[in-house]
Antibody, heavy 119, light 110 residues
Framework: QVQLQESGPGLVKPSGTLSLTCAVS?????????WSWVRQPPGKGLEWIGE???????NYNPSLKSRVTISVDKSKNQFSLKLSSVTAADTAVYYC????????????WGQGTLVTVSS | QSALTQPPSVSGSPGQSVTISCTGT?????????VSWYQQPPGTAPKLMIY???NRPSGVPDRFSGSKSGNTASLTISGLQAEDEADYYC??????????FGTGTKVTVL
């Protein structure tokens, strides 16, 4: 079964760039799925960040679009998130998830990784 | 895009039923059956409970059911159990080719 695992720095300085990677195991990232990033600030709700298909096609949350880049590395069976010009408001647990776009659901999810923006 | 509206909290005694609403617009919930629900116990990742409005993934108890009417989707938990205590979120595909989540509902088992 497909499993996802996020990795990356847990601390990013304000105005810097947050970079995370999601490794996919138990299945190919080139299958007929999209792959999403979702975040959750401490004590708050879920926010969809964006998604990518193995072809490189992307869709982003309009509120984050100017700062977000999602990319895919098929050779490593992983996809990545970059969020630029971060502030304390970007402090959150970041999740990656398989995205069944045709049916509109996310499953499975990675365990999540906390990224704190602080100097 | 604005978050879908859910009640902050609902509660019920063991064995009772509770229903969580998820209100959107004609640009999301009202136009697509791509509505899903997630359960999130404290400190854990969300878990898919309902997809395409009313379908249950394998392994999800049939106590969980979903429905939709107009711009509002609903999740009902029948025969509430202590293990159902968690936060629940709805999600919908939108006409902008994006997704939006609900504000989240805390379910408390009294």
């Amino acid at each position: 079964q497909v499993q996802l695992q996020e990795s990356g720095p847990g601390l990013v300085k304000p105005s810097g760039t947050l970079s995370l990677t999601c490794a996919v195991s138990g299945g190919s990232i080139s299958s007929s799925n999209w792959w999403s990033w979702v975040r959750q600030p401490p004590g708050k709700g879920l926010e969809w960040i964006g998604e990518i298909y193995h072809s490189g096609s992307t869709n982003y949350n309009p509120s984050l679009k100017s700062r977000v880049t999602i990319s895919v590395d098929k050779s490593k069976n992983q996809f990545s998130l970059k969020l630029s010009s971060v502030t304390a408001a970007d402090t959150a647990v970041y999740y990656c998830a398989r995205d069944r776009r045709a049916a509109g659901w996310f499953d499975p999810w990675g365990q999540g990784t906390l990224v704190t923006v602080s100097s | 895009q604005s978050a879908l509206t859910q009640p902050p909290s609902v509660s019920g005694s063991p064995g009772q039923s509770v229903t969580i609403s998820c209100t959107g617009t004609s640009s999301d919930v009202g136009s697509y059956n791509r509505v899903s629900w997630y359960q999130q116990p404290p400190g854990t990742a969300p878990k898919l409970m309902i997809y395409e409005v009313s379908n249950r993934p394998s392994g999800v108890p049939d106590r969980f059911s979903g429905s939709k009417s107009g711009n509002t989707a609903s999740l009902t938990i029948s025969g509430l159990q202590a293990e159902d205590e968690a936060d629940y979120y709805c999600s919908s595909y939108t006409s902008s080719s994006t997704y939006v989540f609900g504000t989240g509902t805390k379910v408390t088992v009294l």
